[in-house]
């Protein structure tokens, strides 16, 4: 799977989540918030970022209705396959499996907000050595682009059952970014990205406990 401008190799045998558009339409009476067309959907989102920081993206999209823009599974099946994958992994497997849990979007205005996880392979050490990452505390890495409208973070999380090895050579990646969307508050997404990392650590769970902040850094 991809992020546009980006592209990720897949596992050799994996388990795959497709993300599919779907042709939902909402009514703009409502301040944007019918959160009726795609239930699953809207339920997997709040719970990955809590329906607060949902809210506060809402708010910072503008007119219009945010809406579902893919089918997903709920967060028990999505974090049942997450982790399925980690205790697949077999040290020098070629490792980097991306899957799209959260896609949201303004019909016929462009403005989007994705977000990927993956397990990436040596990703902890890619940071160390290539330029943009900044350390976020203990644990968890970050790198900003597009003036902190892309954000991608990398933390060690262990999962229960697999080799040993895969905390440190395939840790957990997020990704999150908006498009289309001028003027978004970059403090928002530094936020709701946080919190997503802590509600993933929980809900897999990573049974190394990794330390994350209440906001992420971001450099314009």
Not at 16 to 26: D, F, N, P, R, T
Not at 50 to 61: F, H, P, T, V
Not at 141 to 156: K, S
């Amino acid at each position: 799977m991809s992020f546009p401008g980006r592209t990720f190799p897949a596992l050799a045998t994996v388990i795959a989540v497709v993300a599919l558009l779907s042709a939902c339409s909402g009514s703009g009476g409502d301040g944007g918030r019918d959160r009726s067309d795609a239930p699953i959907g809207w339920k997997t989102c709040n719970a990955l970022f809590g329906a607060d920081s949902i809210d506060a993206l809402q708010d910072q999209m503008g007119e219009g209705t945010l809406e579902v823009l893919n089918y997903t599974q709920s967060l028990d099946e999505l974090t049942s396959g997450w982790a399925d994958l980690a205790r697949s992994w077999e040290p020098g497997k070629n490792a980097h499996f991306a899957t799209l849990p959260c896609d949201l979007g303004i019909d016929g205005t462009g403005k989007r907000f994705g977000l990927y996880v993956s397990w990436s392979l040596f990703s902890l050490q890619y940071t160390e050595s290539k330029d943009g990452w900044k350390s976020a505390g203990k644990d968890l890495y970050v790198r900003t682009e597009e003036n902190g409208l892309h954000l991608t973070a990398v933390f060690p999380c262990k999962i229960k059952g697999s080799r040993d090895e895969q905390e440190a050579e395939l840790p957990l990646e997020i990704e999150t970014r908006v498009r289309n969307v001028p003027g978004f508050d970059t403090e928002v997404l530094s936020e709701m990205t946080a919190q997503l990392a802590r509600n993933l650590a929980d809900e897999l769970p990573c049974a190394n406990d990794p330390v994350i902040p209440n906001q992420l850094p971001i450099s314009e």
